[in-house]
């Protein structure tokens, strides 16, 4: 017993089991299914495989390193446009700003000393300075004095910045496929990159003209100029490196990263301060400069793609899988929504009672009397048709 | 008659449709199995891939600039610099930094240096007792300059190879305890960030526009009462990521900003917020490691009136803050609605497998129900008549 059921579990490996099939003949159906599958199939062929390359193993961790050759941090430059310089400052007393909240007096007992003076330039001495016979004054604090002035100049004072030009060389590699590439041209000759500019003609001259540039970014350079600003260029490698090399180019885009909306909001523009110290007769001094401009934040992003069996191999499999889903509609048209859905549904399904006995183990017993008659025949193939 | 048989064929293959054919089992048990484990997994799809995890959504990585400017003023009075008062320039190290600000709390200044022979710091390779223990022309990986070959005397008690560097040499062994510019936990940091998703072409920034000018000339930032206001008290920053402030001030540190922007922009723009955390970057135990803190060195350099250039060295401990923006938005987008559809919908075959393993080999009318399932085919070449007698 135990061998016979050894013998035939190990013979049942070689079996092989498939599906019955119902063939309905029947027009509208057939050209359906038929439709169905010829837009999946264009789906598969024309969106997964031509448009989106589902063909290629991608890669999407792009090395970069940027140079440019104007001052500022790795991947930004700042160029200046409009200033507020106070010159020769020293360690002093001096009345602070009028418009200083905080510093707003009319005695001695509103600037208690030694508190810094909130948003202000320095730390209150106890004294309230007034000029000529007003009742109301700032206090007096130690700072660098004289304080620096509230007001900028209406008319930015380096409205010429927008003539100069920016050299940005970039340099990328795709570690995966090992191949890196640079956005200047490579050439001998060595006055190509001193006469040209950034345009659609000259696609590998990253030279940038910064009106053109901040013009690209929707925005004025001149309105921009007073208040400053944030530029983001945006550098996108977007490369199919099954074509040859020289069709990995470059796309610029150019942003403004600031505040977009209205440009007199609370807070806006870009403006930072720094100092130059000196020393005259050993007394330091000190030149603030607090300076407006529009920095340059330079983004490097990129994605670059290579023929691989293996993405092939998954997108023909899931595309296939998806044909199941027009088999499925089908049925669903055919056993619910035609006219004849009953007759269809008879013949697909087999209905099986729980509660009928005869449950003869191993048996090659004919269960169904009802096409004995036609079984003789019907045995010997593989599918029943059905005609409409 | 051949193109008979290819219209047959082409007839065929048009207008003709196959589906597999189905056992419909009338069984209490096995359906009611079969529908629970169905109704599992839609609970599954829409409970978990759709409402929590968004499956329906297209997600973009946020892209974000930032800018910061601090304020705040320090007094100090010592013998050697007098009284002194500190604002933003002298404090804020390099005046502009690309997502970073470094706040300088301490520091080791060494005044009017110029380029001239002077004894090196005492340390155990410098120390010599006679011209014999200094080589001319060495420079050590640790040296302040070149050695010239002669032994000085660098103070009453100890002698020490003179060299040729900026002289006096900067002596950093003692570090001022408490920090130097220990008020420096008064200052505020304003923080603007500006973000932009650029899949959906959306752009907000952390001064939302809910925030007038009047709040924020005098809101500080707070957890609780005041979480959107983008002006921030460096102490509070410390003490939220764990850390006391004055003992990360004498020797330095780095702190991270970090901003969170997780937007839903299937609801309302307004609901799109920041959330700020606050945690120290560095190694926070210094008494085991090497190296701790955070620090450099920069000189001023001055021309006095016959031409000679001297310098001001500082060694500037101070805090280093890392502002690192991140975050993800979802809208609603068809392509992945219908991938999780779908995927979903292929699950529902997982049901099928196993009410069928119930079925065909744990229930007890198993082999009743195969006989239905299977039709036993022979192999064609032992014969027609085997096949006679198989099931229908």
Same mark, same amino acid.
């Given at each position: 017993?135990?061998?016979?059921?050894?013998?035939?579990?190990?013979?049942?490996?070689?079996?092989?089991?498939?599906?019955?099939?119902?063939?309905?003949?029947?027009?509208?159906?057939?050209?359906?299914?038929?439709?169905?599958?010829?837009?999946?199939?264009?789906?598969?062929?024309?969106?997964?495989?031509?448009?989106?390359?589902?063909?290629?193993?991608?890669?999407?961790?792009?090395q970069?390193s940027?140079i440019?050759k104007?001052k500022g941090g790795e991947n930004v430059?700042?160029?200046?446009?409009?200033?507020?310089?106070?010159?020769?400052q020293r360690q002093?007393?001096?009345?602070?700003?009028?418009?200083?909240?905080?510093?707003?007096?009319?005695?001695?007992?509103?600037?208690?000393?030694?508190?810094?003076?909130?948003?202000?330039?320095?730390?209150?001495?106890?004294?309230?300075?007034?000029?000529?016979?007003?009742?109301?004054?700032?206090?007096?604090?130690l700072?660098w004095?004289?304080?620096?002035?509230?007001?900028?100049?209406?008319?930015?004072?380096?409205?010429?910045?927008?003539?100069?030009?920016?050299?940005?060389?970039?340099?990328?590699?795709?570690?995966?496929?090992?191949?890196?590439?640079?956005?200047?041209?490579?050439?001998?000759?060595?006055?190509?990159?001193?006469?040209?500019?950034?345009?659609?003609?000259?696609?590998?001259?990253?030279?940038?003209?910064?009106?053109?540039?901040?013009?690209?970014?929707?925005?004025?350079?001149?309105?921009?100029?007073?208040?400053?600003?944030?530029?983001?260029?945006?550098?996108?490698?977007?490369?199919?490196?099954?074509?040859?090399?020289?069709?990995?180019?470059?796309?610029?885009?150019?942003?403004?990263?600031?505040?977009?909306?209205?440009?007199?909001?609370?807070?806006?523009?870009?403006?930072?301060r720094f100092a130059k110290y000196y020393r005259d007769a050993g007394v330091e001094y000190r030149t603030l400069?607090?300076?407006?401009?529009?920095?340059?934040?330079?983004?490097?992003?990129?994605?670059?793609?290579?023929?691989?069996?293996?993405?092939?191999?998954?997108?023909?499999?899931?595309?296939?899988?998806?044909?199941?889903?027009?088999?499925?509609?089908?049925?669903?048209?055919?056993?619910?929504?035609?006219?004849?859905?009953?007759?269809?549904?008879?013949?697909?399904?087999?209905?099986?009672?729980?509660?009928?006995?005869?449950?003869?183990?191993?048996?090659?017993?004919?269960?169904?009397?009802?096409?004995?008659?036609?079984?003789?025949?019907?045995?010997?193939?593989?599918?029943?048709?059905?005609?409409? | 008659?051949?193109?008979?048989?290819?219209?047959?064929?082409?007839?065929?293959?048009?207008?003709?449709?196959?589906?597999?054919?189905?056992?419909?089992?009338?069984?209490?048990?096995?359906?009611?199995?079969?529908?629970?484990?169905?109704?599992?997994?839609?609970?599954?799809?829409?409970?978990?891939?759709?409402?929590?995890?968004?499956?329906?959504?297209?997600?973009?990585?946020?892209?974000?600039?930032?800018?910061?400017?601090v304020?705040g003023i320090t007094v100090t009075n010592t013998s050697e610099l007098g009284l002194r008062v500190w604002d933003v320039a002298d404090y804020v190290i390099p005046p502009q930094g690309e997502n970073t600000l470094f706040i300088m709390t301490n520091l080791i200044i060494t005044l009017n240096q110029t380029q001239g022979y002077c004894p090196e710091l005492p340390d155990k390779t410098t120390v010599c007792n006679s011209s014999k223990d200094c080589t001319a022309g060495y420079i050590g990986t640790h040296s302040n300059g070149v050695q010239t070959g002669k032994c000085r005397e660098y103070s009453t008690s100890v002698k020490t190879c003179e060299i040729y560097a900026w002289c006096p040499v900067e002596n950093d062994t003692r570090l001022p305890k408490p920090a130097f510019l220990k008020d420096a936990e008064?200052f505020? $940091?304003?923080?603007?960030? /500006? @973000?932009?998703?650029?899949?959906?072409? #959306?752009?907000?920034?952390?001064? =939302?526009?809910? &925030?007038?000018?009047?709040?924020?000339?005098?809101?500080?930032?707070?957890?609780?009462?005041?979480?959107?206001?983008?002006?921030?008290?460096v102490h509070?920053?410390v003490?939220?990521a764990g850390q006391n402030f004055q003992e990360m001030a004498v020797e330095g540190g780095v702190m991270g900003?970090?901003?969170?922007?997780?937007?839903?922009?299937?609801?309302?723009?307004?609901?799109?917020?920041?959330?700020?955390?606050?945690r120290r970057l560095d190694n926070k135990d210094s008494d085991h490691t090497v190296s701790p803190g955070y620090n450099f060195r920069f000189a001023k350099y001055y021309k006095d009136a016959s031409g000679t250039d001297s310098r001001t060295l500082i060694k500037a401990y101070g805090i280093r803050f890392d502002?690192?923006?991140?975050?993800?938005?979802?809208?609603?987008?068809? $392509?992945?609605?219908?991938? /999780? @559809?779908?995927?979903?919908?292929?699950? #529902?075959?997982?049901?099928?497998? =196993?009410?069928? &393993?119930?079925?065909?080999?744990?229930?007890?009318?198993?082999?009743?129900?195969?006989?239905?399932?299977?039709?036993?085919?022979?192999?064609?070449?032992?014969?027609?008549?085997?096949?006679?007698?198989?099931?229908?």
């Amino acid at each position: 017993m135990g061998q016979v059921g050894w013998k035939g579990l190990c013979l049942s490996l070689f079996d092989y089991k498939t599906e019955k099939y119902v063939i309905a003949k029947n027009k509208k159906v057939g050209i359906l299914y038929r439709v169905v599958q010829l837009s999946i199939l264009a789906y598969l062929v024309g969106w997964v495989f031509v448009v989106k390359k589902g063909y290629q193993d991608s890669d999407t961790s792009i090395q970069s390193s940027v140079i440019t050759k104007l001052k500022g941090g790795e991947n930004v430059f700042f160029v200046m446009t409009n200033l507020i310089v106070t010159p020769n400052q020293r360690q002093d007393t001096c009345p602070e700003s009028t418009g200083i909240r905080d510093a707003l007096c009319s005695k001695n007992r509103d600037c208690p000393a030694g508190e810094a003076v909130i948003a202000g330039n320095g730390v209150k001495t106890g004294r309230c300075l007034k000029v000529g016979s007003n009742t109301n004054g700032t206090c007096e604090i130690l700072a660098w004095c004289p304080v620096e002035k509230r007001s900028k100049p209406k008319k930015p004072l380096l409205a010429n910045a927008e003539n100069f030009t920016v050299y940005i060389k970039n340099s990328i590699r795709f570690p995966k496929f090992k191949f890196s590439k640079t956005n200047v041209l490579s050439t001998d000759n060595d006055s190509y990159l001193k006469n040209c500019h950034y345009s659609a003609q000259h696609l590998y001259c990253p030279i940038f003209h910064l009106g053109k540039l901040v013009s690209w970014a929707g925005n004025n350079f001149q309105d921009m100029a007073s208040e400053g600003g944030v530029i983001g260029i945006q550098i996108e490698w977007d490369c199919d490196l099954d074509k040859p090399p020289s069709e990995c180019n470059p796309h610029y885009s150019f942003s403004r990263l600031d505040n977009k909306f209205a440009e007199k909001s609370i807070s806006s523009g870009y403006n930072f301060r720094f100092a130059k110290y000196y020393r005259d007769a050993g007394v330091e001094y000190r030149t603030l400069i607090k300076a407006y401009g529009i920095r340059f934040d330079v983004m490097v992003n990129g994605k670059a793609g290579k023929f691989n069996i293996i993405p092939t191999i998954i997108n023909v499999g899931s595309g296939l899988a998806l044909m199941g889903a027009g088999a499925f509609f089908c049925d669903v048209v055919l056993l619910y929504l035609m006219k004849k859905s009953n007759f269809y549904r008879g013949k697909k399904y087999e209905e099986v009672k729980s509660s009928s006995g005869k449950s003869l183990p191993g048996g090659t017993v004919n269960g169904n009397q009802n096409s004995e008659s036609l079984a003789t025949l019907e045995q010997l193939r593989q599918l029943q048709t059905v005609e409409t | 008659m051949a193109s008979a048989a290819w219209c047959g064929a082409l007839r065929g293959f048009l207008f003709e449709y196959d589906t597999p054919r189905i056992v419909l089992i009338k069984s209490r048990k096995v359906g009611l199995v079969n529908r629970a484990v169905q109704l599992a997994i839609l609970a599954y799809v829409i409970g978990w891939v759709f409402v929590w995890e968004k499956g329906y959504q297209e997600t973009d990585s946020v892209v974000s600039s930032v800018t910061t400017k601090v304020k705040g003023i320090t007094v100090t009075n010592t013998s050697e610099l007098g009284l002194r008062v500190w604002d933003v320039a002298d404090y804020v190290i390099p005046p502009q930094g690309e997502n970073t600000l470094f706040i300088m709390t301490n520091l080791i200044i060494t005044l009017n240096q110029t380029q001239g022979y002077c004894p090196e710091l005492p340390d155990k390779t410098t120390v010599c007792n006679s011209s014999k223990d200094c080589t001319a022309g060495y420079i050590g990986t640790h040296s302040n300059g070149v050695q010239t070959g002669k032994c000085r005397e660098y103070s009453t008690s100890v002698k020490t190879c003179e060299i040729y560097a900026w002289c006096p040499v900067e002596n950093d062994t003692r570090l001022p305890k408490p920090a130097f510019l220990k008020d420096a936990e008064n200052f505020t $940091i304003l923080v603007k960030n /500006n @973000i932009w998703y650029p899949k959906f072409n #959306f752009t907000r920034r952390n001064i =939302l526009p809910s &925030i007038s000018t009047t709040y924020l000339k005098t809101c500080i930032y707070d957890p609780k009462t005041d979480p959107f206001c983008p002006i921030f008290r460096v102490h509070r920053i410390v003490e939220a990521a764990g850390q006391n402030f004055q003992e990360m001030a004498v020797e330095g540190g780095v702190m991270g900003v970090q901003i969170n922007w997780n937007c839903d922009l299937d609801k309302s723009a307004s609901y799109c917020v920041p959330k700020y955390t606050f945690r120290r970057l560095d190694n926070k135990d210094s008494d085991h490691t090497v190296s701790p803190g955070y620090n450099f060195r920069f000189a001023k350099y001055y021309k006095d009136a016959s031409g000679t250039d001297s310098r001001t060295l500082i060694k500037a401990y101070g805090i280093r803050f890392d502002i690192m923006v991140f975050g993800k938005a979802g809208k609603f987008d068809i $392509i992945p609605t219908m991938i /999780n @559809i779908g995927s979903g919908l292929a699950l #529902f075959g997982v049901a099928t497998v =196993l009410c069928d &393993i119930v079925v065909l080999y744990f229930m007890k009318k198993r082999y009743y129900y195969r006989e239905k399932k299977y039709k036993y085919v022979e192999d064609y070449e032992l014969g027609a008549s085997e096949t006679y007698g198989t099931q229908s």
